[in-house]
């Protein structure tokens, strides 16, 4: 079996009718937002000239983005380029945020997933996970532990990533259970399960830290250009409930149902334990990567379990977060990968530049051009107008009605455009409207941050939704109605979550 990869600025596998509708909606797209630009450009407003101008840039990218027009990297790269052209700031200040401390962060954290991907730790978990006697010939708990490895896989790699990881595997053990069963209405809505269950696992888990998808990070960037400082142990604190609690809807409404009455027959499980066995046995590349992690991740962890222990004013906690921010400790992770030797005879190391190197560098541009614009709407005043407008339009609106608008406009943009330009588009709004309506920004904004993971519905919400529905197991109509299902469900878990227990983090 072989992992695909599905970069940011690249389509994922679609289906004839599904790329039919993408290249439209790019046709359409490519003509709308020149015409929104020009008339937002030309309109008169009382906003001041340079807020005027970039309202009408990042409309134009907003059509772009929501309608995929352009690659998603090239998209926010075009914004911070019109800044400059039409002189909104010169390009030293567009292009700072392009050095945000937080894209250092996304960098090492994905040269980390690249060296679990390459020395196949990923895959071991996996397959150790998958082959446990616990699981017995009991399909309900084989898919139980399927969708926990993807989750919490999904906590440290990309979404997408962790899907092209699981989708083969869940695939052959189909193969070995539906040898019999081909006909079997039973086989098809617990292949159905499965699939959707690849997807959904890897989309909600990403929510649980701060790396786990890149919503998360524009989110904690965003909050923190606003004054909110959410560390990398509070996030896990309030998030991992939550998916926690998503995930035990997932497994009452989807998995239990279709199965209960399925039973593995001994070539299902031997499948599983055949690919372990390919791996052979475990090697110096794994287990560096395993130090490198393990180090990365404690180093994420304790200066915000120090603050909770210690008090955010105690010294020890405070030297912490200034000499050892989650940037910081993932870089220390990425280049002891760098040092660490598989083979110090050839001078062999637990990975390469080249390897490296094939990180997602589209995130990182789109995480920047979105920061940028984020951080020039602020500085010319836009946030603050577009705030005001929308609190004139509701008044006396509050915390609790921020959040639950906010959180459920993410969910409905996500399924129309991809997560990322969801988060990109929605999160500067929820600061800006909870900025002029006089309240925090942290519980409105980090609703619309975990609300724009939440896309299930339709094959072009996400690539992992894409990647499933190509194997022909999901119907259109039951992925928009078990999408359907958790996009409320989650709705009601987000909001929840944050209103309730948000006060524990702030």
Not at 291 to 318: E, K, M, N, R, Y
Request: charge should be positive; hydrophobic fraction near 55%.
């Amino acid at each position: 079996m072989t992992r695909a990869r599905t970069p940011v600025g690249s389509p994922p596998p679609y289906a004839p009718a599904e790329a039919h509708f993408n290249r439209r909606r790019a046709t359409i797209g490519l003509i709308v937002a020149p015409i929104i630009f020009v008339v937002l450009l030309l309109w008169p407003t009382p906003l001041p000239v340079p807020a005027q101008r970039l309202a009408a840039i990042m409309s134009l990218m907003i059509v772009l983005w929501m309608t995929e027009a352009l690659p998603l990297p090239a998209t926010a790269l075009v914004g911070p380029m019109l800044a400059v052209l039409m002189g909104v700031a010169p390009a030293a200040t567009v292009f700072a945020p392009f050095a945000d401390p937080i894209i250092f962060l996304f960098i090492g954290s994905f040269i980390l997933a690249e060296a679990m991907f390459v020395h196949r730790l990923d895959r071991r978990m996996a397959f150790a996970a998958l082959s446990s006697p616990w699981i017995g010939r009991s399909g309900f708990r084989l898919l139980v532990v399927y969708a926990a490895v993807t989750c919490v896989g999904s906590m440290w790699m990309s979404n997408t990533a962790t899907t092209a990881m699981m989708f083969p595997l869940g695939l052959a053990v189909l193969a070995e259970i539906g040898r019999e069963r081909k006909q079997d209405p039973a086989f098809a809505r617990f292949a159905m399960a499965m699939m959707l269950v690849t997807s959904f696992s890897a989309s909600i888990g990403g929510m649980g830290t701060p790396v786990g998808t890149p919503p998360n990070l524009i989110g904690k960037g965003l909050l923190q250009q606003a004054g909110v400082d959410i560390s990398f142990a509070s996030w896990m604190l309030l998030a991992v409930p939550i998916v926690a609690a998503i995930m035990l809807f997932v497994i009452a409404w989807l998995i239990w149902p279709v199965s209960k009455a399925i039973h593995l027959g001994e070539d299902a499980r031997r499948a599983v334990r055949e690919e372990l066995d390919k791996l052979g046995r475990f090697g110096a590349g794994e287990r560096n990567v395993v130090i490198a992690f393990g180090l990365t991740a404690l180093l994420w962890v304790v200066p915000g379990l120090t603050q909770a222990v210690l008090g955010s004013s105690h010294v020890v906690a405070q030297r912490l977060n200034v000499l050892v921010p989650e940037s910081i400790a993932a870089l220390i992770g990425a280049v002891l990968l760098f040092l660490l030797p598989v083979n110090w005879r050839a001078r062999q190391f637990t990975i390469t530049w080249e390897q490296a190197a094939r990180i997602d560098w589209g995130i990182v541009l789109l995480f920047g051009g979105g920061l940028a614009m984020g951080r020039l709407a602020d500085s010319t005043g836009l946030s603050g107008a577009l705030g005001h407008w929308v609190t004139g339009q509701f008044p006396g609106i509050g915390t609790v009605g921020l959040t639950i608008v906010f959180t459920g406009v993410a969910i409905i943009l996500s399924e129309a455009a991809s997560n990322t330009a969801a988060a990109n588009i929605i999160i500067p709004m929820a600061i800006a409207v909870s900025r002029a309506a006089g309240v925090s920004p942290f519980e409105p904004a980090l609703g619309a941050t975990l609300g724009a993971s939440m896309g299930f519905m339709m094959p072009i919400s996400t690539p992992p939704n894409a990647i499933v529905y190509s194997s022909g197991y999901i119907p259109i109509g039951a992925m928009m109605r078990q999408g359907l299902a958790l996009d409320i469900a989650g709705f009601l878990i987000i909001v929840g979550g944050i209103l309730g227990f948000g006060w524990l983090i702030k």
